[in-house]
């Protein structure tokens, strides 16, 4: 668990200065966000011829609801990929490939004004 899930759950009420929900938004959007996920997997799972069995593979580091934190500080803080990483205790790439899957769910939740205030942060950083 990372140090900001730890943080958070520890103080529930800071929650929305650090990621800017607030506890309780958060524990909705992860409950919603992991209803998308496991509608999507369970689509990708009909769809596959396996080679291996299921469960086979490496696991992820991270909880989905750390998963989709990782995500929602990326939109709050637009933090890099690395630093997210040494957060997070995962690699710089695991990361990037954490935020673009979740910002897809993320995306069908929340409201697309914040994305696009995302989107336009990075084309005036660029």
Do not use: D
């Not at 995500?71 to 709050?76: C, G, N, R």
Request: hydrophobic content about 40%; aromatic content about 8%.
């Amino acid at each position: 668990m990372s140090l900001l899930s730890k943080y958070i759950e520890k103080y529930p009420k800071r929650t929305k200065r650090l990621i800017g929900i607030n506890y309780e938004q958060l524990q909705q959007l992860v409950k919603h966000a992991e209803g998308i996920h496991h509608q999507k997997q369970e689509e990708i799972e009909a769809q596959k011829v396996r080679l291996n069995k299921k469960g086979a593979g490496c696991k992820n580091k991270l909880s989905i609801p750390e998963q989709i934190l990782l995500t929602l500080v990326y939109l709050y803080k637009n933090h890099n990929f690395e630093y997210l990483g040494i957060e997070f205790e995962v690699s710089e790439s695991a990361a990037h490939n954490i935020f673009h899957y979740w910002l897809i769910i993320i995306g069908e939740l929340l409201p697309a004004s914040l994305i696009e205030q995302v989107k336009k942060k990075k084309a005036i950083m660029s």
